[in-house]
């Protein structure tokens, strides 16, 4: 394992890759490999991509990627991938929409299936971005399916979060309607080659600059305005300035303590998400005659379901 760590350390990225998938599915395995690469993480900018299925961030990141990324300054790109591991399509389909990226050196990309996570940034997302971090990786960009409330997982696990959205999708202003307006640092309108996308940008802009009185108005602290762009990932439109806008706010970030709190709020998060991932999976081995009398007491209404939870969670080591 430590030979493993070293090569990737070095930047081999079939070492980075298998460490990735050793990681992924083992936690024992994780935490050998944490200590040894997490002292040297914090140096990756994590940029979190999330929009709603089909919206375009894989075209998006392609580009991106594609023009960010030199042998001084790599990039990886984590799609989080909700279909099962097992099919390997959704990985040979993202391989082919950022297929600016395949053949470049500087560029990674890793699926990572969500399984069964509650959220959309599985655990193995987190360990990855970590170990791409460790092993050099100026820039990690993170990208998930945006639905509800596992939109706020990005922001546990993204530095920079960008909205993507598009015309056509049924909704004029899904960005508010789907939350995005309270997390996204940056809204990339995308598609602007279809019509409807002049449209579908000002009724995003509207609702940001909306939203950003009141912000202001709360808080007195330094104040981020979120950029809204027009993109297309098919024509390459807006991806210079796409680039700009993340600069700008990691200079943001890099400014007065806000990175310190933004990271913060992130580990607060992640401690959280490990225990519960430590929980659950303790709670998994426990040997069925373990709950069999509390079964029996609960069956009987001598127990509540809470009290039997309470006295299995104590059973645990
Ligand atoms: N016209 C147009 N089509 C685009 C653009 N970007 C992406 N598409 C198309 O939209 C479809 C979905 O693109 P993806 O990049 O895979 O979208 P995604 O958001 O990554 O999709 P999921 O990962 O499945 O949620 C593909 O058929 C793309 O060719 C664009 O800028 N303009
Ligand atoms: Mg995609």
Known sequence: MKTLIQAALKGDTSAIARLISLTESDTDTALVVQKEIFPQTGQAHLVGMTGPAGVGKSTLIGKLAASLAHPKHKVAVIACDPSSPKTGGALLGDRIRMHDLVSNNDVFIRSIATGNSSGGVPLAAFRAA????????????????????????????????????????????????????????????????????????????????????????????????????????????????LQQAIQAHFNFLGDADNMQNRCRLMYQQRIYREAIDILSRSFSELPDDCLSESLEQLMQRKLTPTQAARKALKGLN
Request: aromatic share 2%; charged share 20%.
């Open 130 to 241: 970590e170990i791409l971090d460790a092993c050099g990786f100026g820039m990690v960009i993170i990208e998930t399916v945006g639905t509800g409330q596992n939109q706020v997982d990005i922001m546990q696990a993204a530095h920079t979060i960008i909205a993507v959205s598009a015309p056509g999708l049924g909704d004029d202003i899904q960005a508010m309607k789907s939350g995005l307006l309270e997390i996204a640092d940056i809204h990339a309108i995308t598609k602007s080659d279809l019509n409807g996308a002049s449209k579908t940008l000002m009724d995003i802009a509207n609702a940001v600059h909306m939203r950003q009185k009141n912000v202001e108005k709360e808080d007195a602290g330094a104040v981020w305005t979120p950029f809204v762009l027009s993109v297309s990932g098919l024509n390459n439109d807006g991806i210079v300035e």
